[in-house]
């Protein structure tokens, strides 16, 4: 019998819950205001001048979005958009990709071509690292930290469903998550005979023990602490930050970095990625594996029409190597948030 009464011991009586049901656990209390914290350590990585500018980017941007070519034609698409007078810009580096700029986010998605997914909504800054991997057919390909899908969506994609893609995610809601969206997306057809797409969910350290030197190319887009998509006025974008997290991070980061480059390849590439701006979770991290391992190449990223920010040469008497300035850092616009990316390669 489970409940709550009286038990008399002697002449003390005590109250005992034996009740199994758990008490609700209280909702966190986020501070209200981005810490001054993060703040001084922009202005610590980036100057006084510099520091202020980025300040006035944490905002909400526009919904952007790219076809799913699978599904749809752009043409198509853009036929269906132009007759409800929604107004876009087209983004010049990504290939169907669109900024919507007169209407909101749930316009968009009342739409048919939102729900039978031939549109898929992601932000810019998200579409980048898969094109700097520039993933082809017949590769075999990791996306180490896949879920929601988002980039694995758009990796299939770049490799016209020809060749081995896999995508893992340690977490099972997110797993789920993703899963869902390769089928919606039309990622998963056991109809293509060229085709491999294989969802994982492990963690990224013990998958990569499976496939000693097999993958051509591996996205490693890191759980960070997100410091790019804060939001003025949106605790919820800021409310778990402390530096302590970005240690947790970090080490995180090192344990998939270090075991997913075992799994590249000689002469393959794979990109590194966070959403970021601490250095610990990018600088430091390219520099410690190319102490590591002695057949690491940092390549140089260069992409046009996108401005970029410092990368650090220094950081709290850490000296990096002169090869992580091949690093590319996004420098956030009223359309774009912030990215660190780098592209290395196995010797």
Known sequence: MYGTGPVDIGKRIFIIDMSRKTRKKKKPVFPTEIPQEFFDRLTEMFGESLSSELQQTFIDRPTTFRVNTFRAKPKD?????????????????????????????????????????????????????????????????????????????????????????????????????LKHNMEQQGVIDETKKEWACTLRMEPGTVLAQEYDAYFDKILLDAPCSSEARFVVGNPKTFG?????????????QRELLLSAWKSLKPGGTMV????????????????????????????????????????????????????????????????????????????
């Open 240 to 252: 778990y930050w402390k530096e302590r997290k970005i240690k947790e991070m970090a080490y995180t």
């Open 272 to 347: 590194y990625s966070t959403c970021t701006y601490a250095p610990e979770e990018n600088e430091l991290q390219i520099d410690r594996l190319l102490d590591r391992f002695d057949d690491v190449m940092v390549l140089p990223v260069e992409l046009p029409d996108i401005d970029r920010l410092p990368i650090m040469k220094e950081w709290r008497g850490k000296t990096m190597s002169p090869e992580v300035q091949n690093c590319f850092r996004v420098k956030p616009t009223k359309d774009i948030e912030g990215f660190f990316i780098a592209k290395l390669q196995k010797k």
């Open 77 to 177: 698409v853009l036929g269906v958009l132009k007759e409800n007078d929604f107004v876009l810009d087209e983004v010049s580096l990504l290939p169907d990709t669109y900024i919507l700029r007169n209407k909101e986010k749930r316009d968009i998605c009342d739409l048919d071509i939102y729900t039978d997914a031939n549109i898929y909504l992601q932000s810019v800054a998200s579409m980048i690292p898969p094109v700097v991997l520039g993933p082809e057919r017949f590769d075999r390909v990791l996306d180490l930290t896949a879920a929601p899908g988002s980039k694995t969506s758009q990796i299939a994609i770049m490799m016209k469903q020809q060749g081995e893609l896999v995508a893992n995610d340690k977490n099972k809601i997110r797993f789920f998550k």
